[in-house]
């Protein structure tokens, strides 16, 4: 048995490869529920608040740390596996036909492994990474109609009901308005915090808006179709990964037998087009739509 950073034998690796691959299709489930409500009309409220939920409660956060821990160790397992597969065989057979004896998928598991991790870190940067500690993330603000034919717009409040006036309220480091103007009576505050400026008291919560973030990156002039047109090939790219990888995590648990592995590897040939084609056509919805 060869010996690894991780673990010491090839089975072991393909135990925890497989006990990862299957705990990061739940949370492709479970993120896809999530994502499309980017399809539903009038859904920038409920998006908002599941992003919040994602972001603030305590067991999905646990769950999110040990979705990292899943990726990177599923990744560099991946790379081990493949190194050490690699060396057990240095010296090619003298024929070899290999689309005939595996597929495509199947012999291209660390390549295709390789491009979902480069999008992964792409996705966390354009979205996770300015949820989380983006200073200038925009707050989501919603335009009601208080009397007939005015129009303003309002910062929407985390409790029901509640609405500030955006140009009411003082952004952090603001300056004070010019002699003769009223000053402002709220103040943001640690992003999403409302103070009452001349109590300093802490009056409400307001909403992160990811919502204008998803859209606003797919639907940009410049690079939009460049990024939807990435993001569409990333989702081929996991379907070909998933297509091997969902049916040999069973199979390297040793959960195969006359009567289910066909059932096995139908349910993981659908997971591994529908999951990704709806992930697909999400910013492909967004892009062309008006």
């Not at 943001?188 to 919560?205: C, F, M, P, R, S």
């Given at each position: ?7 010491k034998s090839s089975i072991g ?173 709220l103040e943001i505050k640690n ?71 066909p059932i096995i590897k139908f ?24």
């Amino acid at each position: 048995m060869a010996k690894s950073a991780l673990l010491k034998s090839s089975i072991g690796k393909k135990y925890w490869m497989a006990l990862t691959g299957l705990f990061l299709c739940l949370f492709l489930v479970g993120h896809l529920a999530g994502n499309l409500q980017l399809l539903m009309p009038n859904s920038q409220l409920q998006f908002n608040q599941y992003a919040l939920f994602m972001t603030t409660n305590p067991a999905v956060k646990i769950l999110s740390y040990l979705t990292y821990i899943s990726i990177l160790f599923h990744a560099v397992d991946g790379i081990l596996l493949a190194i050490q597969n690699k060396k057990a065989r240095p010296v090619g057979y003298a024929k070899s036909n290999p689309s005939a004896n595996s597929s495509f998928a199947s012999r291209n598991m660390a390549v295709l492994g390789t491009l979902v991790l480069v999008f992964i870190a792409t996705h966390m940067i354009n979205f996770w990474a300015k949820m989380h500690f983006d200073k200038n993330m925009p707050l989501m603000t919603q335009t009601i109609e208080p009397a007939p034919g005015m129009k303003s717009e309002y910062y929407v409040g985390r409790a029901v009901g509640q609405y500030y006036q955006v140009d009411q309220v003082k952004l952090h480091g603001e300056k004070e308005p010019e002699a003769g103007l009223p000053p402002k009576q709220l103040e943001i505050k640690n992003g999403t915090d409302l103070y009452n400026v001349q109590a300093n008291v802490k009056v409400g919560e307001l909403y992160k808006d990811l919502h204008k973030i998803t859209f606003d990156f797919f639907k940009d002039k410049k690079y939009g179709l460049y990024f939807t047109l990435f993001y569409v090939f990333s989702m081929a790219v996991l379907a070909f990964h998933l297509w091997h990888g969902f049916q040999s995590a069973f199979q390297s648990l040793g959960l195969n037998s006359p009567k289910w592995t066909p059932i096995i590897k139908f349910a993981g040939k659908a997971f591994a087009v529908i999951v990704p084609l709806l992930f697909a056509i999400i910013p492909l919805f967004i892009h062309f739509s008006k």
